[in-house]
Protein backbone atom coordinates (compact mmCIF):
# COMPACT_ATOMS: atom_id res chain seq x y z
CA UNK A 1 0.00 0.00 0.00
CA UNK A 2 1.08 3.12 -0.51
CA UNK A 3 1.70 6.20 1.25
CA UNK A 4 -1.51 8.83 1.60
CA UNK A 5 0.17 11.95 1.44
CA UNK A 6 3.51 12.48 -0.49
CA UNK A 7 5.28 15.56 -0.84
CA UNK A 8 5.78 16.33 -3.78
CA UNK A 9 9.28 18.10 -3.37
CA UNK A 10 7.63 21.64 -4.35
CA UNK A 11 6.17 22.75 -1.42
CA UNK A 12 3.03 20.99 -2.08
CA UNK A 13 1.49 17.50 -0.77
CA UNK A 14 -0.64 15.12 -2.61
CA UNK A 15 -3.40 13.35 -1.04
CA UNK A 16 -3.44 10.00 -2.95
CA UNK A 17 -6.44 9.18 -1.32
CA UNK A 18 -9.02 11.81 -2.90
CA UNK A 19 -6.39 13.32 -5.42
CA UNK A 20 -6.29 16.50 -4.21
CA UNK A 21 -3.50 18.68 -3.87
CA UNK A 22 -2.58 20.99 -0.99
CA UNK A 23 -0.15 23.72 -0.11
CA UNK A 24 2.21 22.48 2.16
CA UNK A 25 2.45 25.37 3.88
CA UNK A 26 -0.78 27.85 4.68
CA UNK A 27 -0.84 31.48 3.69
CA UNK A 28 0.50 33.24 7.44
CA UNK A 29 3.73 31.09 6.80
CA UNK A 30 4.35 31.95 3.35
CA UNK A 31 3.28 35.32 3.61
CA UNK A 32 3.91 36.02 7.72
CA UNK A 33 0.65 38.04 7.82
CA UNK A 34 -3.07 36.99 8.70
CA UNK A 35 -5.52 37.15 5.72
CA UNK A 36 -9.38 37.59 5.75
CA UNK A 37 -11.14 35.54 3.00
CA UNK A 38 -10.88 37.93 0.20
CA UNK A 39 -7.19 38.84 0.75
CA UNK A 40 -7.22 34.91 0.56
CA UNK A 41 -8.98 34.24 -2.69
CA UNK A 42 -6.23 37.68 -3.84
CA UNK A 43 -3.52 35.29 -2.68
CA UNK A 44 -4.77 32.50 -4.64
CA UNK A 45 -5.00 34.41 -7.82
CA UNK A 46 -1.66 35.68 -6.70
CA UNK A 47 -0.45 31.78 -6.43
CA UNK A 48 -1.93 30.85 -9.87
CA UNK A 49 -0.15 33.93 -11.79
CA UNK A 50 3.21 32.55 -10.09
CA UNK A 51 2.06 28.91 -11.54
CA UNK A 52 2.96 28.00 -7.72
CA UNK A 53 3.84 23.93 -8.23
CA UNK A 54 3.41 24.24 -11.81
CA UNK A 55 -0.26 24.58 -11.54
CA UNK A 56 -2.69 27.47 -12.08
CA UNK A 57 -5.52 26.25 -10.44
CA UNK A 58 -5.22 26.83 -7.07
CA UNK A 59 -8.35 27.63 -4.80
CA UNK A 60 -10.06 28.72 -1.10
CA UNK A 61 -11.21 24.96 -0.61
CA UNK A 62 -14.46 23.60 0.09
CA UNK A 63 -15.60 22.78 3.05
CA UNK A 64 -15.58 19.04 2.05
CA UNK A 65 -12.02 19.53 1.40
CA UNK A 66 -10.50 20.25 4.22
CA UNK A 67 -12.49 17.72 6.19
CA UNK A 68 -10.22 15.10 4.07
CA UNK A 69 -7.36 15.99 6.05
CA UNK A 70 -8.75 16.54 9.27
CA UNK A 71 -8.77 13.31 11.64
CA UNK A 72 -7.93 13.85 14.95
CA UNK A 73 -5.44 10.69 14.13
CA UNK A 74 -3.19 13.40 12.85
CA UNK A 75 -1.03 15.42 15.10
CA UNK A 76 0.73 18.44 13.95
CA UNK A 77 1.67 21.89 15.62
CA UNK A 78 0.18 25.48 14.62
CA UNK A 79 1.58 27.95 15.48
CA UNK A 80 0.91 29.13 18.93
CA UNK A 81 2.03 25.26 19.14
CA UNK A 82 -1.46 24.45 19.48
CA UNK A 83 -2.04 20.74 18.56
CA UNK A 84 -3.90 20.74 15.12
CA UNK A 85 -5.37 17.54 13.38
CA UNK A 86 -3.59 17.42 10.15
CA UNK A 87 -0.88 14.93 8.68
CA UNK A 88 2.52 15.66 9.62
CA UNK A 89 3.39 15.96 6.54
CA UNK A 90 2.51 19.76 6.38
CA UNK A 91 4.72 21.85 7.58
CA UNK A 92 4.67 23.09 11.26
CA UNK A 93 3.87 26.21 12.42
CA UNK A 94 0.66 27.32 10.60
CA UNK A 95 -2.69 28.51 11.41
CA UNK A 96 -5.28 26.67 13.58
CA UNK A 97 -7.66 27.06 11.24
CA UNK A 98 -8.12 27.89 7.47
CA UNK A 99 -10.63 29.81 5.78
CA UNK A 100 -13.32 27.98 3.69
CA UNK A 101 -15.01 29.12 0.27
CA UNK A 102 -18.40 29.10 1.91
CA UNK A 103 -20.04 32.78 2.20
CA UNK A 104 -22.91 33.62 3.23
CA UNK A 105 -23.37 37.94 2.86
CA UNK A 106 -20.52 39.44 5.51
CA UNK A 107 -20.00 36.30 6.48
CA UNK A 108 -17.79 33.38 5.60
CA UNK A 109 -17.00 29.31 6.98
CA UNK A 110 -13.58 28.85 8.75
CA UNK A 111 -12.66 25.47 9.72
CA UNK A 112 -11.05 24.93 13.06
CA UNK A 113 -7.67 22.30 12.92
CA UNK A 114 -7.84 22.29 16.51
CA UNK A 115 -11.68 20.92 16.82
CA UNK A 116 -12.63 19.81 13.45
CA UNK A 117 -15.67 22.26 13.56
CA UNK A 118 -16.59 24.97 11.12
CA UNK A 119 -18.19 28.74 11.89
CA UNK A 120 -19.41 31.46 10.41
CA UNK A 121 -16.99 34.38 10.74
CA UNK A 122 -16.60 38.12 9.40
CA UNK A 123 -15.22 37.18 5.86
CA UNK A 124 -13.49 40.35 6.55
CA UNK A 125 -11.97 39.63 10.12
CA UNK A 126 -8.34 40.25 10.31
CA UNK A 127 -7.64 37.08 12.11
CA UNK A 128 -5.90 35.30 13.26
CA UNK A 129 -6.97 33.98 9.97
CA UNK A 130 -5.40 31.81 7.18
CA UNK A 131 -6.33 30.17 4.28
CA UNK A 132 -4.16 26.42 3.00
CA UNK A 133 -5.10 26.14 -1.01
CA UNK A 134 -6.06 23.19 -2.60
CA UNK A 135 -6.27 22.72 -6.24
CA UNK A 136 -8.46 19.92 -7.92
CA UNK A 137 -11.52 17.86 -7.35
CA UNK A 138 -12.02 14.73 -4.57
CA UNK A 139 -12.19 11.97 -6.33
CA UNK A 140 -15.60 9.94 -6.77
Known amino acids: MSERFIDNGNETITDNQTGLTWF ?72 DGTWTDSINGDRAMFFSLIKGRSSWINKLGEGPFAVRLVRGKINE
Do not use: C, Y
Open 24 to 95: KKDSRQILAKWLHLEKSMAFAEKMNGEQFGGFDDWRVPELKDVKTIFDKSFSNRAVGNDEIHIPSVFEKGGA
